[in-house]
C-alpha cells in the first residue's frame, strides 16, 4: 500500500513537473498577430518591410525613420518590445525621434507580428541577427558599417542583451530591465524553478561580459519608480553590478508600461546623441 501511494505521489510530480515545462512559455510570452491592413498602414507611414528566413520560417521585421532609399544609412538602433508588445507598436512611440542618417530596426518575435515559429531564447535572438543582416544586405541603403545601438523595453531589454553579445553593439538603452527571468519567477511564485525553467535570460551576467569585453560600450538603464512588474530594485542592481560603465535614471511616478511617456524627452536624446 505505501509503496503504491509512494508511486502514485511520484507520478503526480513527474506530470506536474511536464506540464510545467509544456506550458511555461504561454506564461512568458503574448504573440499578437498582424492583420494585412496593419502592414499596409505601416508602410504608409514609412515602414519598410524586411523579409527574411530563419529556422522557424519566414520573418519580418521593419525598418523606421530610415533616410530615403539610395542614401547612407550610418546608425541604426535594433528595438525590441515587451512580451506583449509587436513591433508595430513601435511606431506610434518612436515617431518624433528623428535621426541623423539613422533609423530603427522594429524586430518582432518568432510567433508575432506574422513571424512564423514560436518564441524563445534561442529562436528571439536567431530572428535578431537574421533581421540586422537583412537591413545589412539590402541594396535600398548605402550602408558603410553603421554605429549599432539597442533600445529594449522589459523582456525587450533582454533579448537586445543576448543580441549585443553576437554583434557589434556601441550603445544600450534599457527600459525597465529584470536581473533575471528565474528573479522574475519567484517574485510571481515564491520559488526558483532551476533546471525546469526552459528559456535562461541572465541580464546581470550578459550586462558584465559585455561590459568586459567591449570598453567603449554606453549603457543607460531607466526605470520607473513605480513599477509594479519589474522593481526598480532590479535596474538599481543592473546598474551596480557594473556601476562605472552605466548611467542609472529613476522616473519618478512612472510605471512598467508609462516609463516610457514619463521619460520619453530623456530617452530621445539618447536615441539622437
Known amino acids: 500500500m505505501k509503496a503504491w501511494i509512494g508511486a502514485s505521489l511520484l507520478l503526480t510530480v513527474l506530470l506536474l513537473v511536464a506540464l510545467l515545462i509544456l506550458v511555461q512559455r504561454r506564461f512568458f510570452y503574448y504573440p499578437r498577430r498582424y492583420s494585412a491592413a496593419e502592414v499596409e498602414a505601416a508602410e504608409k507611414r514609412g515602414a519598410a518591410v524586411l523579409g527574411y528566413e530563419t529556422s522557424q520560417g519566414r520573418q519580418t521585421a521593419f525598418l523606421f525613420g530610415a533616410p530615403p532609399s539610395g542614401t547612407l544609412l550610418s546608425r541604426l538602433w535594433v528595438v525590441f518590445g515587451g512580451n506583449a508588445m509587436t513591433a508595430l507598436e513601435w511606431l506610434e512611440i518612436l515617431k518624433d525621434c528623428q535621426l541623423d542618417a539613422g533609423g530603427f530596426l522594429l524586430v518582432d518575435y518568432p510567433g508575432y507580428g506574422i513571424c512564423a515559429g514560436n518564441p524563445s531564447a534561442d529562436s528571439i535572438l536567431e530572428n535578431a541577427i537574421a533581421a540586422y543582416h537583412a537591413v545589412i544586405g539590402s541594396k535600398q541603403w548605402?550602408?558603410?558599417?553603421?554605429?549599432?545601438?539597442?533600445?529594449?523595453?522589459?523582456?525587450?531589454?533582454?533579448?537586445?542583451?543576448?543580441?549585443?553579445?553576437?554583434?557589434?553593439?556601441?550603445?544600450?538603452?534599457?527600459?525597465?530591465?529584470?536581473?533575471?527571468?528565474?528573479?522574475?519567477?519567484?517574485k510571481f511564485t515564491g520559488i526558483r524553478p532551476g533546471i525546469l525553467l526552459l528559456d535562461r535570460f541572465d541580464n546581470l551576467a550578459a550586462l558584465s561580459s559585455l561590459c568586459e569585453q567591449n570598453p567603449g560600450l554606453k549603457v543607460t538603464i531607466i526605470h520607473g519608480e513605480k513599477d509594479a512588474l519589474i522593481p526598480i530594485s532590479m535596474g538599481h542592481r543592473l546598474s551596480e553590478s557594473v556601476p562605472d560603465r552605466t548611467e542609472f535614471h529613476s522616473v519618478p511616478g512612472a510605471g512598467h508600461h508609462s516609463v516610457f511617456g514619463a521619460a520619453r524627452e530623456l530617452i530621445y536624446a539618447k536615441l539622437r546623441q
Open 142 to 186: 548605402i550602408i558603410r558599417r553603421p554605429r549599432l545601438s539597442v533600445l529594449g523595453w522589459s523582456l525587450g531589454a533582454a533579448a537586445g542583451l543576448q543580441f549585443a553579445e553576437k554583434c557589434p553593439v556601441q550603445d544600450l538603452v534599457l527600459i525597465a530591465p529584470f536581473t533575471t527571468n528565474e528573479d522574475m519567477v519567484k
